[in-house]
C-alpha cells in the first residue's frame, strides 16, 4: 500500500501542478491579446468603413441605467465620425 500511496501522491501532485500552469498559461494569453485590440480597432477605423451585427449598448450613469440601442447592424464611416444603427 505505501508504494501505491506513493504513486498517488506523485501522480496528484503532478496533476495539480500541470493544471495551474495550464490557467496561468491560459490568463497570461488572455493579458496578453486584450491589450493588442486598441491598436486593431484604430487602424480599422483610419482605413475602412465597420460594420457590426446585432449591436446592444446600454449607457449608464453614475450606476443608473440612462438608455440603450438595440440594432441588427451598426455601420461606422472610414473616419470614426458617424455612426448608423439600423
Known amino acids: 500500500m505505501n508504494q501505491?500511496?506513493?504513486k498517488l501522491k506523485t501522480f496528484l501532485g503532478l496533476a495539480i501542478f500541470l493544471f495551474v500552469g495550464i490557467i496561468?498559461?491560459?490568463f497570461a494569453g488572455y493579458r496578453f491579446t486584450a491589450q493588442k485590440p486598441i491598436t486593431l480597432i484604430s487602424d480599422v477605423q483610419s482605413k475602412a468603413n465597420l460594420s457590426i451585427e446585432r449591436f446592444h449598448y446600454t449607457a449608464y450613469?453614475?450606476?443608473i441605467k440612462a438608455w440603450n440601442i438595440?440594432?441588427?447592424t451598426a455601420i461606422q464611416t472610414?473616419?470614426?465620425k458617424k455612426a448608423a444603427f439600423e
Request: aromatic share 6%; charged share 35%; proline share 0%.
Open 4 to 6: 501505491n500511496s506513493k
Open 24 to 26: 496561468f498559461a491560459a
Open 61 to 63: 450613469r453614475v450606476g
Open 78 to 80: 472610414g473616419d470614426g
Open 70 to 72: 438595440d440594432a441588427r
